[in-house]
């Protein structure tokens, strides 16, 4: 499945759905995760139904569960090399037109 052809909300649906999975299978109830992560039940619940939260909650949440490798794959970092930049030819300039001789 292609994500990058989701609706916002869609996606905000996955991301809910997938943090329920992870907190079932940790074995925590939704109040309990919730007074882990020190979060209102609510914006829990609102989280894993994909009706909108904050990111602190969602960071408060993969906490409480472990499971902050996560934010990694939510932003991963640059994997651009210095090196790599300088061995890279230049890109080519654009030409410029002629100039016109001056009569002398």
């Known amino acids: 499945?292609?994500?990058?052809?989701?609706?916002?909300?869609?996606?905000?649906?996955?991301?809910?759905?997938?943090?329920?999975?992870?907190?079932?299978?940790?074995?925590?109830?939704?109040?309990?995760?919730?007074?882990k992560a020190g979060v209102a039940p609510r914006s829990l619940t609102n989280?894993?139904?994909?009706?909108?939260?904050?990111?602190?909650?969602?960071?408060?949440a993969l906490k409480a569960l472990g499971a902050t490798s996560a934010i990694e794959n939510l932003a991963p970092a640059a994997t651009i090399s210095p090196l790599a930049l300088l061995r890279t030819p230049t890109p080519p300039q654009r030409a410029r037109k002629p100039r016109k001789k001056s009569p002398l």
């Open 47 to 60: 989280l894993e139904n994909g009706k909108g939260s904050s990111i602190e909650t969602l960071v408060r």
């Open 1 to 35: 499945m292609d994500i990058s052809l989701n609706t916002p909300a869609e996606l905000q649906q996955k991301l809910g759905s997938g943090l329920r999975g992870l907190r079932l299978q940790k074995n925590f109830t939704q109040k309990e995760l919730a007074e």
